[in-house]
């Protein structure tokens, strides 16, 4: 017979093992072989048997005596675990069609009350007994329920297991479970795809719904941009319109000076041409006086140049004179006057003086610091130019028209001593002169140099010719 020490069975399991049977250990009792004290855990329950195949449980920490167990020959002992044992399982249901199943998942925790009842029961498993129990009161209740019904059949098999009473009291457990019934994996995928294609056709619906509102506020926000594009390019054809009008009124300022300009130009060039055709004109000493007045620095070229003239003049007026007097082409009347003033010439080259140069020259004015001087009638000088006009007001906006010619003066320019046929045309015409004067009477030499032949008057010169054209008229009558 085995000893005490000896277990006939004994499974290795601690605190953290997962138990199916709570029985750890069956020992055969020794009369003479007995101190299982220091071999038992003390949280564990000893059951022992009788001859008379009755159970008797200690709890803990309660332990028999060595007189109890031999005053009650007990034959084994059975060590019990009256621990708290979770428990995770997964049952198939049927349902109302054969093709598909319910799935149960169920949550235990089962723990020895009666270790007496339950090592009398016989039961090695307890997980297996509490799913045959769920088992029996599950099938006929889901039984009567589709696969799509989950959530009704559960609620009818929370009923019925509850109405069946504790699971595992037969033999002497406490079982606490939690059970959830759910469709099977395919159903479940089936429905997970339908709501994938309810989830996308929803998201779609949204997706158009919220399009078209970022479509209006889209176009909402370009019309606004074109608004605003419009109004900028408005305003900027209003200002470009603005600058552009201003710059044709510029052009059209400038082109109104410059007409200004060129007539003022005009006036000035026709001054010009009136003043040195006036002095043009007048020829020999004027137009070297001139010239002088603007280019002092030539006085030497001046001189020389009056010199050449004058000695060229002389000659010419010498051979003139010899023909006149040496000429038979005319009467005797006829040459009388040229006579006179051919000779009146020889006279003044004889005495070293220019012909037509006065016998008397001109006095120097007063205060040149050579004492008083007589009065001398000066000719008029030559009127100045008139100040142009101020030109009248320009308006803006009227178009650009070319100056108007000139028109000549009605009454022709007649210079001091000269006859109207040298008026200048575009000069304006001067005042009324006074009456012609003659000019004083030629030198006269000193005693001593013999008398100097002068003009004749031409008004007695011409009626003398009257007179005598007269007479020989009646001598060729009486004849």
Do not use: C
């Given at each position: 017979?085995?000893?005490?020490?000896?277990?006939?069975?004994?499974?290795?399991?601690?605190?953290?093992?997962?138990?199916?049977?709570?029985?750890?250990?069956?020992?055969?009792?020794?009369?003479?072989?007995?101190?299982?004290?220091?071999?038992?855990?003390?949280?564990?329950?000893?059951?022992?048997?009788?001859?008379?195949?009755?159970?008797?449980?200690?709890?803990?920490?309660?332990?028999?005596?060595?007189?109890?167990?031999?005053?009650?020959?007990?034959?084994?002992?059975?060590?019990?675990?009256?621990?708290?044992?979770?428990?995770?399982?997964?049952?198939?249901?049927?349902?109302?069609?054969d093709a598909f199943e319910f799935t149960a998942e169920v949550d235990l925790?089962?723990?020895?009350?009666?270790?007496?009842?339950?090592?009398?029961?016989?039961?090695?498993?307890?997980?297996?007994?509490?799913?045959?129990?769920?088992?029996?009161?599950?099938?006929?209740?889901?039984?009567?329920?589709?696969?799509?019904?989950?959530?009704?059949?559960?609620?009818?098999?929370?009923?019925?297991?509850?109405?069946?009473?504790?699971?595992?009291?037969?033999?002497?457990?406490?079982?606490?479970?939690?059970?959830?019934?759910?469709?099977?994996?395919?159903?479940?995928?089936?429905?997970?795809?339908?709501?994938?294609?309810?989830h996308s056709a929803t998201e779609q619906a949204f997706a158009a719904q919220?399009?078209?509102?970022?479509?209006?506020?889209?176009?909402?926000?370009?019309?606004?941009?074109?608004?605003?594009?419009?109004?900028?390019?408005?305003?900027?054809?209003?200002?470009q319109h603005e600058l552009l009008l201003q710059q044709q009124r510029q052009?059209?300022?400038?082109?109104?000076?410059?007409?200004?300009?060129?007539?003022?130009?005009?006036?000035?060039?026709?001054?010009?041409?009136?003043?040195?055709?006036?002095?043009?004109?007048?020829?020999?000493?004027?137009?070297?006086?001139?010239?002088?007045?603007?280019?002092?620095?030539?006085?030497?070229?001046?001189?020389?140049?009056?010199?050449?003239?004058?000695?060229?003049?002389?000659?010419?007026?010498?051979?003139?004179?010899?023909?006149?007097?040496?000429?038979?082409?005319?009467?005797?009347?006829?040459?009388?006057?040229?006579?006179?003033?051919?000779?009146?010439?020889?006279?003044?080259?004889?005495?070293?003086?220019?012909?037509?140069?006065?016998?008397?020259?001109?006095?120097?004015?007063?205060?040149?610091?050579?004492?008083?001087?007589?009065?001398?009638?000066?000719?008029?000088?030559?009127?100045?130019?008139?100040?142009?006009?101020?030109?009248?007001?320009?308006?803006?906006?009227?178009?650009?028209?070319?100056?108007?010619?000139?028109?000549?003066?009605?009454?022709?320019?007649?210079?001091?001593?000269?006859?109207?046929?040298?008026?200048?045309?575009?000069?304006?015409?001067?005042?009324?002169?006074?009456?012609?004067?003659?000019?004083?009477?030629?030198?006269?030499?000193?005693?001593?140099?013999?008398?100097?032949?002068?003009?004749?008057?031409?008004?007695?010169?011409?009626?003398?010719?009257?007179?005598?054209?007269?007479?020989?008229?009646?001598?060729?009558?009486?004849?």
């Amino acid at each position: 017979m085995p000893s005490f020490r000896q277990p006939e069975w004994q499974q290795p399991a601690d605190r953290h093992t997962q138990l199916v049977d709570p029985v750890l250990t069956v020992r055969q009792l020794s009369r003479f072989e007995f101190n299982f004290r220091s071999l038992v855990r003390i949280d564990h329950a000893l059951v022992f048997s009788t001859p008379k195949g009755s159970y008797e449980a200690y709890l803990p920490p309660h332990r028999p005596t060595r007189a109890e167990i031999t005053a009650k020959r007990y034959s084994a002992v059975y060590e019990v675990d009256m621990g708290v044992h979770p428990h995770t399982t997964t049952l198939t249901l049927p349902s109302d069609n054969d093709a598909f199943e319910f799935t149960a998942e169920v949550d235990l925790s089962w723990q020895v009350l009666d270790p007496a009842r339950f090592v009398a029961s016989g039961h090695r498993d307890v997980p297996a007994l509490v799913h045959g129990e769920l088992q029996q009161a599950a099938r006929p209740v889901t039984r009567r329920f589709p696969v799509a019904q989950s959530a009704s059949a559960e609620q009818e098999l929370l009923r019925a297991v509850t109405v069946l009473g504790p699971l595992g009291a037969t033999a002497g457990l406490q079982v606490t479970w939690t059970l959830r019934l759910r469709r099977d994996q395919a159903d479940i995928e089936h429905q997970q795809r339908l709501r994938a294609i309810d989830h996308s056709a929803t998201e779609q619906a949204f997706a158009a719904q919220r399009g078209m509102e970022v479509d209006v506020e889209m176009d909402r926000r370009l019309r606004q941009q074109d608004a605003l594009q419009i109004e900028r390019a408005v305003t900027y054809g209003a200002q470009q319109h603005e600058l552009l009008l201003q710059q044709q009124r510029q052009q059209h300022e400038l082109a109104l000076q410059q007409g200004r300009q060129e007539a003022e130009l005009q006036q000035i060039e026709a001054q010009k041409i009136a003043f040195y055709q006036y002095h043009l004109q007048q020829g020999g000493v004027h137009t070297w006086a001139l010239h002088l007045a603007q280019h002092p620095e030539d006085s030497h070229l001046v001189m020389s140049s009056m010199r050449e003239d004058q000695l060229r003049m002389i000659q010419a007026q010498m051979d003139l004179v010899k023909q006149l007097l040496s000429g038979d082409t005319a009467e005797t009347y006829e040459l009388e006057g040229p006579k006179q003033l051919a000779l009146r010439t020889v006279s003044d080259i004889l005495n070293q003086r220019l012909p037509g140069v006065p016998q008397n020259p001109p006095l120097l004015p007063e205060g040149s610091g050579h004492g008083p001087q007589p009065e001398v009638t000066a000719a008029p000088p030559a009127t100045p130019p008139m100040p142009a006009s101020p030109p009248p007001p320009v308006d803006p906006a009227a178009p650009v028209t070319p100056p108007a010619p000139t028109a000549p003066p009605t009454a022709p320019y007649a210079p001091p001593g000269m006859p109207g046929p040298y008026a200048t045309p575009g000069f304006p015409p001067l005042p009324p002169q006074p009456a012609y004067s003659p000019p004083p009477p030629a030198w006269q030499p000193p005693p001593g140099y013999g008398t100097t032949p002068t003009v004749p008057d031409p008004r007695a010169t011409t009626a003398a010719d009257g007179a005598k054209a007269a007479d020989d008229d009646s001598r060729e009558g009486g004849t």
